[in-house]
């Protein structure tokens, strides 16, 4: 076991890039050099390392070894007959538990949902599968998504590997924390309003939410339709590239995906980003950054901003002022769409069923008991917000918030190639710290807008607090704007502390 | 589901494409019957086809009637978590052919959730068209004249059916419900007429022709009795001559056409009592109960289910080109409308004209009086002797020449019966079959000659004939047919008979 403890207490993996990196993996799998069965076998003693040592970062619902390691072996058997193994092949990945396995469970971390197990598997999940990529279990999650700190989770809370009395952030904690703690290289997250860029940041991982559209959501749980997205974690941007370049691109599947290929970031990545225009967000940073940012968090995005001026990209600071109306439209629109997309867990097919008298108690009684309190509160909220009489005053003017914020946005890229802001206004903070939903809804600040535009965004680790906590620095890119964003993540990376 | 609407008809027909005078006309004396003269029933119908589609309208399973529950499904249609549904184009397809064969227009359009829990229906929610609907703004010309006005012709999706085992059969007090999800996501369209019908028999002409349509175009089976055309009725009544609209009901499990006449009915005649008891209906919703005979209501007002439309999320806009529209417009087949109209230039009779229709040998019966078949023939063998299976392939070049043969006094009126039917079945030329059961025609000089010996041989009978006995007349007539086993054509039997009584 490798561990470097980076702060007291702490279980994250210090990586090593030819031997946690997915580009490394794959690159000596595919020549021979170690074989699939041996890649994963070292990330799975990682996992039992922790277990045996009383290590419990709660980051696996479950864990596939036995499934991961019979598909090494396949792998390795089609190397040796000379096929192709895929551009990932025999790396060990791990998915968010509200991605669907054919025959693995797929709990949501919800109790409504326990015991169900897909017939089919998500596209991203054939994709990854497909290039060679091995899974090595389902990560935890806030209930369906719904969280900023993985503590939402029937299954309880899972642990910062930084310090594990500290949230991982959420919702898809699990999944950063299986990065930073070296179990996998590679996972995959969903974002709906920052739980992939967020809780890479408290975890001191890359996390990448790509333009709504070109990553295809077919088996991904949902969440919020109209924003969800899925996307990687990853120790480097490299990675983040290579992975949504293998699960990126159309799907017939999903209505709402790209027509196109994943945009060409692999083959830019390291085109630096002199000249590039990049806006620092006025009102998520520095002096003129709104209450609730931490110093440190301000200070360091205000470094990478200075950094990146230093590479040669012209950097000012522009208001982009709907970034703050943009948190109250997003918590009528996630949680309308959350209501409608939740309605199917009602006891009938699948799931969680408990007694009734009749069809409609027991669906009442089978969605109270199998629900998490958050679950309910935004499921509440959103059947209020789409009510006769209400709609047009909350749904309504929610979506003319988002049409407004997407033109601000498209106004401000006409001067600006890129935008930076700090990805979350904190670090990881401390298990039940946030007990308000109120406090916890407003971490999401940061990240919320590029859900609401459809836009990309990453978040690249940059630096950490005083007391070694990671903070991470997001980089904001017009709708399809991937290209650049990696290209200034890949600059940034190298000009990382 | 349709908005409240005005009766009020503005425009002129020739921009409207229908006389507005036609709209809300009663053309039915039954009608007008079923309430005392100074009330009028005011009928607006939901009428749901299921489309004739290969796969559901949004997930690859088949769209097909019956099999052992839940075998035609799919995750997408169970409504498996993390599934997303996809538009079935051919289902828009029909959608948008039946929209124009309505005089519809056509436009771009969005999918919309309908929220509420039901066991039947996978995601508890149904995704259907609310705001922004395929079609809008069309109307539907009756038979009998008068004009139904179309608000929409929207796309959605069905839901499963669910078995209630119980006493009752309802789910009130069922032990417990067994579900089949076949049916769940099979595409449906959702025709709403204004409310300008005025009975139940004029419902029931509108619900027929609407099928007639759907059939034409190949959109739908059209059948009722599985299923597949489902009518909800929305009923309500006012002053005769009014304009105003009062309370309707929507009366809903109506499985027959006769069971939609009768649901009308009572429905209208129970809001009458009310009236006259001083009392008003309330809006609800009603279901039928054929037995009984009567409505009764379904959900209570508490129950009253708020859908939270709203677009749904997982679904892009469909934006039909006008360059779309035209290839559909180009490629409807002859509508029902079109087809009566040409039937009755032809010759044909409203009553012909209608069993053409329905027989679907219109097309036969105008290609045969085209080739020169004389019409009154020709529609008499469609209506008597062609309700077979087989009929409609009949060749219509042979069907005329049967007809010509008939006509010129080749083949009698009882051996062409004899020969169409072996035409239907064996497709041969009717001169052929004619020859191979020896229906040769009978020479006129020959007839002439055993006329004659006839009459010589029953000279009291002539006498009497002459001399205006006409009834006598069936006397030679028969003994001719026993002399020629029924081979004579009756028509110059006849005439023979004639010249020889007017010469002698």
């Known amino acids: ?55 419990d970062l709660n980051v696996f619902n479950t864990l596939t070894a036995d499934e991961g390691l019979a598909a090494a072996r396949a792998l390795d058997a089609r190397i040796a007959a000379g096929d192709d193994p895929g551009r990932l092949a025999g790396v060990p990945i791990a998915l968010k538990d509200n991605l669907c396995t054919r025959g693995v469970e797929t709990t949501c971390s919800s109790k409504i949902l326990q015991g169900w197990v897909p017939p089919y598997d998500a596209t991203v999940v054939e994709r990854l599968e497909g290039a060679g990529a091995i899974v090595m279990g389902k990560t935890n999650l806030d209930e369906f998504a719904m969280g900023s700190s993985t503590e939402n989770s029937a299954f309880g809370p899972t642990r910062n590997p930084h310090d594990p009395e500290r949230v991982p952030g959420g919702s898809s904690g699990g999944s950063a924390a299986a990065v930073a703690a070296g179990y996998v290289p590679l996972s995959l997250g969903s974002d709906t309003g920052g ?7 408290l975890c001191g991982v890359v996390g990448v939410k790509p333009s709504y559209g070109s990553v295809s959501r077919y088996g991904l749980i949902a969440f919020a339709s109209s924003l969800d997205q899925i996307g990687p974690f990853t120790h480097t941007v490299a990675d983040a590239a290579l992975s949504l370049s293998v699960i990126g691109g159309h799907d017939p599947a999903d209505s709402t995906s790209i027509r196109s290929a994943f945009p060409p970031v692999l083959q830019h990545l390291e085109d630096g980003i002199e000249g590039l225009r990049v806006g620092v967000i006025g009102e998520l940073s520095g002096d003129s950054a709104l209450e609730g940012f931490e110093p440190e968090v301000l200070a360091r995005t205000t470094a990478a901003a200075d950094a990146l001026a230093g590479a040669g990209a012209k950097v000012e600071t ?12 997003y918590y009528m629109i996630a949680p309308a769409e959350a209501s409608s997309n939740l309605a199917r867990y009602d006891g009938v097919r699948y799931g969680h069923r408990e007694d009734g008298v009749n069809t409609r108690a027991m669906m009442a009684a089978s969605r109270t008991a ?28 929610a979506q003319r918030v988002r049409t407004v914020m997407i033109r601000e946005f498209d106004e401000v890229y006409a001067n600006f190639d890129l935008l930076l802001s700090p990805t979350s206004p904190c670090v990881a903070f401390p298990l039940g710290e946030k007990s308000d939903p109120m406090t916890m809804y407003l971490n999401d600040v940061c990240t919320i807008p590029s859900n609401l535009t459809g836009q990309p965004a990453i978040s690249v680790p940059f630096g950490t607090d005083d007391g070694g906590l990671p903070i991470g620095v997001q980089i904001l890119a017009p709708y399809g704007g991937e290209v650049d964003l990696f290209r200034a993540a890949r600059a940034l990376e190298d000009l990382a502390p | 589901m349709s908005a409240p609407v005005s009766t009020v008809v503005t425009g002129d027909a020739t921009s409207l494409g229908y006389d507005p005078s036609t709209v809300g006309r009663s053309d039915h004396a039954e009608d007008g019957q079923v309430l005392p003269g100074d009330w009028e029933i005011v009928v607006g119908l939901e009428v749901h086809a299921e489309l004739a589609t290969e796969t559901k309208m949004f997930s690859p399973a088949r769209n097909h009637f019956g099999g052992e529950p839940n075998t035609h499904v799919h995750p997408v249609c169970l409504g498996l978590p993390g599934t997303l549904p996809v538009v079935n184009g051919k289902a828009v397809e029909l959608s948008a052919k039946i929209g124009l064969a309505l005089n519809c227009t056509v436009q771009r359009c969005i999918f919309a959730r309908k929220n509420y829990f ?115 009725a929305n009923v309500s009544i006012r002053p005769a001559g009014s304009d105003e609209l009062r309370t309707r009901c929507e009366v809903k499990n ?48 508490e129950e009253a289910e708020d ?46 004209a209608d069993l053409a229709l329905d027989r679907g040998l219109d097309g036969l019966a105008l290609a045969a009086v085209d080739a020169g078949a004389d019409a009154e023939r020709v529609f008499t063998h469609v209506a008597n002797n062609l309700a077979v299976d087989g009929a409609e392939s009949l060749d219509a070049g042979h069907f005329a020449d049967l007809v010509k043969l008939e006509s010129d006094g080749s083949l009698s009126a009882t051996q062409a019966k004899q020969v169409l039917a072996e035409m239907v079945s064996s497709g041969k030329a009717p001169a052929d079959i004619a020859a191979d059961l020896g229906f040769e025609a009978m020479d006129t000089s020959e007839l002439a000659t055993m006329l004659d ?32 086993k029924g081979q004579a054509d009756g028509k110059v039997v006849n005439q023979l008979l004639m010249e020889r009584k007017n010469s002698a």
């Open chain 2, 453 to 484: 010996a006839i009459i010589a041989d029953h000279p009291d009978e002539w006498q009497r004939f002459c001399e205006g006995e006409g009834k006598l007349q069936g006397v030679f007539v028969g003994q001719m047919m026993k002399a020629t």
């Open chain 1, 370 to 397: 199998g629900f998490g309190e958050e679950v309910k509160r935004r499921i509440m909220l959103g059947t209020y917000a789409l009510s006769a009489g209400y709609w047009d005053a909350f749904y309504g003017r």
């Open chain 1, 318 to 329: 522009v208001s982009v002022p709907s970034t703050v109306a943009g948190l109250s439209a």
């Open chain 1, 195 to 201: 739980s992939i860029r967020q809780p890479a940041a």
């Open chain 1, 1 to 55: 076991m490798s561990d470097t403890p980076t702060s007291g207490g702490g279980h994250a993996h210090t990586p090593d890039p030819a031997l946690d990196t997915a580009s490394g993996i794959a690159a000596a799998v595919r020549a021979g050099d170690r074989s699939a069965e041996e890649v994963f076998r070292a990330h799975h003693e990682r996992v039992l390392a922790h277990t045996e040592a009383d290590v």
């Open chain 2, 307 to 352: 859908y939270r439309y709203f677009p749904d999320p997982d679904l892009v806009p469909i934006e039909p080109s006008p360059e779309w529209i035209e290839e559909l417009r180009a490629s409807l087949p002859v509508l029902p409308q079109q087809r009566r109209a040409a039937l009755v230039a032809a010759g044909a009779d409203a009553k012909a």
């Open chain 2, 118 to 232: 039901y066991p039947d229906m996978p995601k508890d929610y149904q995704i259907s068209q609310y705001e922004e609907p395929l079609n809008v703004d069309g109307f539907l010309s009756l038979p009998s004249g008068s004009t139904v006005r179309i608000e929409r012709a929207h796309m959605e999706e069905d839901t499963g059916k669910s078995t209630h085992m119980g006493e009752s059969g309802r789910i009130h007090d069922a032990g417990y419900s067994l579900v089949d999800y076949n049916r769940a996501g099979v595409p449906l369209i959702e025709i709403v007429s204004h409310p300008d019908l005025r009975g139940p028999e004029q419902a029931k002409e509108y619900v027929e022709e609407l099928r007639a349509i759907l059939v034409a175009i190949g959109a739908s089976d059209g059948k009722m009795e599985e299923g597949s055309l489902r009518v909800d």
């Open chain 2, 254 to 301: 109506v499985n027959s056409l006769r069971s939609l006449g009768r649901a009308i009915a009572h429905e209208a005649k129970r809001h009458l009592a009310l009236y006259e008891a001083g009392e008003r209906p309330m809006q609800e919703t009603r279901h039928w109960d054929e037995e009984g005979g009567k409505t009764h209501p379904g959900r209570s007002k």
